[in-house]
């Protein structure tokens, strides 16, 4: 990739972790902290934003940035106080900002009415308060010459190619002070960047050397005086100087002066020991400096920077004791992922070993087998710590939910507050990026149909603002993401009354508060607020609960009328891996996806009919299920073969849809490495990938979603309720 | 022997910046994300010239130019300074801290090098 191109993809990354940052400082600032460091972030935030925002000439950008950075440093200098105004403002101004970033990075442009109505309430906290000046924001924009080398080889044949100009002399006298050392600038260095600028003739005086008993080996003692003769202006000799111009006493003259000053100083006083002469020559220097207006460091300084360095040092304590350094690396995805995969064969590897030596019947105390124990649980570790590279913290999805909840609550007129709890909890790297759309939905539905309007909420006695609490932790080896709001809870009369009118239930179905809530995950059931564009888009439930299937995770509803719902999400940590059950099909070992598989039923001789052309059905609580042989599905055998002598497994894929799969025997549930079938041999139809079992044979893991779906075409009369038995 | 450079600044966009230009014009670069790690670098390191920002978290540029003109072995070291503030007040505070000279951003590779060449080659 094209270096620059790379650093943008940098910047683009970077400015993520800066809106994060942003907006969590933000909130702090809302909760009322105001503490310094809290400000400082968010201002570094957006100033760092600004810094790569001008580097790549985002002018769009770089103009929002720069109003937001001048109102955030005059909070930064207590020049505007954070109201609950002014940080909800700063909250919207940091929506917009990450809309600007989205902007830059896709190519498109931000909604240009939002961003100016953002700027102009920025723009109204500036108000009277000074502006940081416009010049500083125009010229970072314009001088972005990132590939200049053009630039500096026109400059060389300006000055080549041109007649030669007119030259000039000009007398520089410089005399350093012993903080010019300090800061390790270097004398020598000046007069060489003289040197290129035309030819010099250079007098060093070194008159004021003391004794070397009183000689300070840091100060400052020697005085030049250089004649040079150049086509260069006098402010290009000046640059020379710049850093430097306020720890040296420093004249620049046209020779012409020179030659006067020279022939003044021979004319008042006879020729005498050099050392003399160089005294006299720096007293009449004096008066010519100030002729020329070069000012020595402006006698403000000591004053100022009394304060100064105590403020640095105090900002660096309290760095110190902001935490450790945090070092990390970047190491490009594909090669953890051949780390993961190198870790899988070992696992796989490390279970054969064991297999074969349980087979071999050693001794347990015997040393080979302890010695296996220990490989199995070092296995382990080395395999957790692998996948703990590919895990993030969930921070940056929930951080983006406050700004959901933000939009909702603004659309609907209510009023939300946002709790997070567990942001550091770690997740795979994939189960993030693909958590976000299913839990913005929840976020959307909590706050739209949770939470009542304040006035009902104020009339059921609850404070007016709503309480949504977004939280995580790690249980049982996987991640549980709750949404929980203390909103009115679930109307289960309005929920079991739409789900008959739907037809999704018989409407003399007996159901339990449970049931009745677990209704909103079915395909075809959106209440009728759901479809308002807040929460719709037609998307419901039954979206997120695939979602999160599709990521092996399930999802459950608890409610309590009056007091609000909690959806409890569970995932997997990580996809690498999977929990599968190991059955036998035809003499082969299959594992299929535990998530998918609802329970095991032995089927009877009764429940099972024929429905012709072969294909069979199985009565299971009042619904006939699709019975599907998998064996003859991957043509493992061509006979049917009779049911009762076989366990079904009902099954439920991601879209929904059950089914009754039949197979020989299960052998029990284990943890399989995923081996992807397509890179190492081509896709199947009903195979999702494969894996390694432990005594080295490959057994292939199920597709459940491509299996139930294929015979469903002609069997959709099959998902009708059944008559009750 | 190149010459080393030791970049300090907490943007992951300028240090990669830096290091573009830096090591395209034949420097060796050394990276420090603040203050506090750029102090401790120096206790591996020995750069030829500095450049750091100001504003970063944990220990600022101006903190630290105090710390390597504090330091026994490092002293010396031209340490130059990252601004995007033209204004002044920030160079002047990074002067009186010790800075040898200043980059104004957004810098090309040629000021920037420019900089370096100027007090340190």
Redesign the interface.
Known sequence: MDPMAAIKQTFFQECEEQLVELESGLLKMEDGDDDLETVNAVFRAVHSIKGGAGAFGFDELVEFVHVFETTLDLIRSSRLAATPAVTKTLLRASDILADLVRAAREGGSADATAVQVIADELNALLGGAPRGDEEDNTISVESLDFEPVTISLDSIFDVGEEEAPATQDFIVRFKPSAGLYAKANETLRLLRELGRLGETSVECDIGEIPLLTELDPEGAYLCWTIRLTTSVSEQQVREIFEFVEWDCELSVETADVGKLLEELQESLEPREAPAERAAVAITIAEPAEKSVAVAPEPQSGPATSEDHPAAGKAEAAKGEGSGAVQATIRVDLDRVDRLINLVGELVINQAMLSQRVSEAGLSRASSVVIGLDELEQLTRDIQDSVMAIRAQPVKPVFQRMSRTVREVASMTGKSVRLVMDGEATEVDKTVIERLTDPLTHMIRNAVDHGIEKAEDRVAAGKPEEGLLRLSATHRSGRIVIEVADDGAGINRARVRQIAISKGLIPAEANLTDDEVDNLIFLPGFSTASSVSNISGRGVGMDVVKRAIQALGGRISISSVPGRGSTFSMSLPLTLAVLDGMVVTVGGQTLVIPLTAIIETLQPKKESVHELGSGARVIATRNTFTPLIDVGAVLLYRDEPIDPTSQVALLVESESGAKCALLVDAIQGQRQVVIKSLETNYGHVHGIAAATILGDGRVALILDVDAIVARPRADMIVAELPAAAE | MSKTILTVD?????R??LM?ALSEAGFSVVQA?????GL?VLEKETPDVIVTDI??????G??FI??V?RHEKHR????LVLT????GEKKD?A????????IV??F????LVDAIR???V
Request: charged share 35%.
């Open positions: 907490d943007s992951r966009t300028m990669e910046m573009l994300e603040d203050g506090v790690h401790e504003n970063m978290p944990r220990m600022d101006f903190g105090e710390g003109r010396g070291v031209p340490i995007t503030e033209s204004d505070r002067r009186r801290a010790g800075a040898t000279g200043w951003k957004p090309s590779p040629v000021k100027r007090v340190a």
